[in-house]
Every structure is written in structure tokens, then in C-alpha cells.
């Protein structure tokens, strides 16, 4: 598979979290959100709407034109999810989503991959070193050393 093929399945069929938000500094919520979707092709109005949908979801749309720098860490990495939902992937890779919030923004995060896994239909597949968070999953895996060592 080329390159650019493989980066428009990834754009099309996959969304992305990160421990660290990854939200450009320079654009404003809205404007981190519907990257993807101008990337895939989505006119501007649209990838607006569809961004504007799923920050009402998220309880964030009073924030879409804020910077990164005047969101809260809770806030920031909301973004970050709406920002992986955009393109409707069918599957949602999270690393270490909530590694960097504290233990209330971390529970409601945690809510918020269950609460959206069943009202989009998608799959997420979270790494993560909190076992509360993956005694919580439908399926776990747990790796030692690189080897799947428990189901």
C-alpha cells in the first residue's frame, strides 16, 4: 500500500487519541476538530457542523473558539476525542488517554469512551496502565514484555 493510500485509510478508518491532547496551539478548538475532515475532503461548512454536533455532545460548545492554551486539561482532551471522532472512524486507538488529568477529569473521560462506544457503534482499543479503567472495558488483554500474557 503507498503512503498516501495508507494515510487516507488512517484519515477515513481510524481515529487517534494521545496521552497529550496533540492540539495545534495556533487554531482554536473548532478549527483542531475539523482538520481531519478537510484533510478527507468534507467542505468546510460541513466538517463546521459535524464539529459543532459533537461539541454539544461533549458539553464543550461554548469553548469551539478557544486556543488550546485557554482550555483546561479535561477540556483540551475532549477536544482531542472530538477531534477523532470527526470523520466517523470505525475504530478509535487511545494511548494512555487520561495519563495526564487528574482523577476526576480521568472517571469522566473514562464514562465518555463507554457513553460514545455505544452511541456511535464504534471500538476503542485504549492502552492504559489504569486498571480501573480496563477492568471496566468488554475485553481485556494484559502484555508483559512485549507478549500477551493474560485474557
Known amino acids: 500500500m503507498s503512503k498516501k493510500k ?3 485509510f488512517r484519515n477515513q478508518s481510524i481515529g487517534f487519541i494521545f496521552q ?3 492540539l495545534l496551539p495556533e487554531f482554536t478548538a473548532e478549527e483542531n476538530i475539523i482538520l481531519p475532515a478537510l484533510i478527507k475532503g468534507i467542505s468546510q461548512n460541513d466538517a463546521k457542523k459535524e464539529a459543532q454536533k459533537l461539541l454539544s455532545i ?3 460548545q461554548n469553548r469551539s473558539n478557544h ?3 485557554e482550555l483546561s486539561g479535561g477540556e483540551a482532551q475532549r477536544i482531542a476525542v472530538a477531534r477523532s ?3 466517523q472512524p470505525k475504530v478509535i486507538f487511545a494511548d494512555e488517554p487520561s495519563g495526564n488529568l487528574d482523577t476526576q477529569n480521568s472517571n469522566e473521560l473514562h464514562q465518555l469512551f463507554f457513553d460514545l462506544r455505544d452511541q456511535f457503534e464504534q471500538t476503542f482499543v485504549i492502552v492504559t496502565h489504569n486498571m480501573e479503567l480496563a477492568k471496566m472495558t468488554d475485553r481485556m488483554l494484559v502484555m508483559k514484555d512485549g507478549l500477551i500474557v493474560e485474557k
Open 58 to 60: 461533549l458539553g464543550l
Open 6 to 8: 495508507l494515510s487516507a
Open 67 to 69: 486556543k488550546p492554551n
Open 20 to 22: 497529550s491532547h496533540q
Open 85 to 87: 471522532l470527526i470523520n
